[in-house]
Antibody, heavy 128, light 108 residues
Framework: EVQLVESGGGLVKPGGSLRLSCAVS????????MTWVRQAPGKGLEWVSAINDNSAYRYYADSVRGRFTVSRDNAKNSLYLQMNSLRAEDTAVYYC?????????????????????WGQGTTVTVSS | SYELTQPPSVSVSPGQTARITCSGD??????AYWYQQRPGQAPVLVIC???ERPSGIPARFSGSSSGTTVTLTISGVQAEDEADYYCQSTDRIGSVYFFGTGTRVTVL
């Protein structure tokens, strides 16, 4: 069974740090790109970060660039998100998700990427 | 532009058809994905590449695309389809992911 399990959430003061983990099982983690997506209370989904299979490429949303760092350990089937300089607006449920790569070589549309498996999320609350 | 616009809400009676649109310039060149999120649960992928249904997703879910607008159609809506629905796309190398504003489907 494909499974993604997030952990590491909690209550942290503004300016503090937190490290989220995502433990993966049921599929070959080392060949998949992965992402983090968050959802603030009562709000929509917001993409946070993505990392490719061998960690050569790491991408961030403007709202977290310079404060958050995504990493992975393929030997441990784990994805991580190091969050520094946390702000109240970072309060959210954080989901890890597997990337589905729809590569297009010929056609009217270009290669695009979806998220085909999601974890249940871990809650981060930034408050004094 | 990476903005995707959806109607805030759609209401439908059981057995009827719900249609949710998602509009954005990027959709002319990039595929769209649709997610269902029931209250308190993680999102679930229900449509990929504009109109493909992942395994395990009921056939009443379908997708279509025209120009800069994609549409999620739920035929024969059931009470369990009451949820928030989000469209999503990316740039062509997967360096930016963007979500629609979300649509709440209410089954009357």
């Amino acid at each position: 069974e494909v499974q993604l399990v997030e952990s590491g959430g909690g209550l942290v003061k503004p300016g503090g740090s937190l490290r989220l983990s995502c433990a993966v099982s049921g599929f070959p983690f080392s060949i998949n790109s992965m992402t983090w997506v968050r959802q603030a209370p009562g709000k929509g989904l917001e993409w946070v970060s993505a990392i490719n299979d061998n960690s050569a490429y790491r991408y961030y949303a403007d709202s977290v660039r310079g404060r958050f760092t995504v990493s992975r350990d393929n030997a441990k089937n784990s994805l991580y998100l190091q969050m520094n300089s946390l702000r109240a607006e970072d309060t959210a449920v954080y989901y890890c998700a597997r990337v589905r790569e729809d590569v297009v070589l010929v056609g009217a549309k270009q290669s695009t990427y979806g998220l085909d498996v999601w974890g249940q999320g871990t809650t981060v609350t930034v408050s004094s | 532009s990476y903005e995707l616009t959806q109607p805030p809400s759609v209401s439908v009676s059981p057995g009827q058809t719900a249609r949710i649109t998602c509009s954005g310039d990027a959709l002319a060149k990039q595929y769209a994905y649709w997610y269902q999120q029931r209250p308190g649960q993680a999102p679930v992928l229900v449509i990929c590449k504009d109109n493909e249904r992942p395994s395990g997703i009921p056939a009443r879910f379908s997708g279509s695309s025209s120009g800069t607008t994609v549409t999620l159609t739920i035929s024969g809506v059931q009470a369990e389809d009451e949820a928030d629905y989000y469209c999503q796309s990316t740039d062509r190398i997967g360096s930016v992911y963007f979500f629609g504003t979300g649509t709440r489907v209410t089954v009357l």
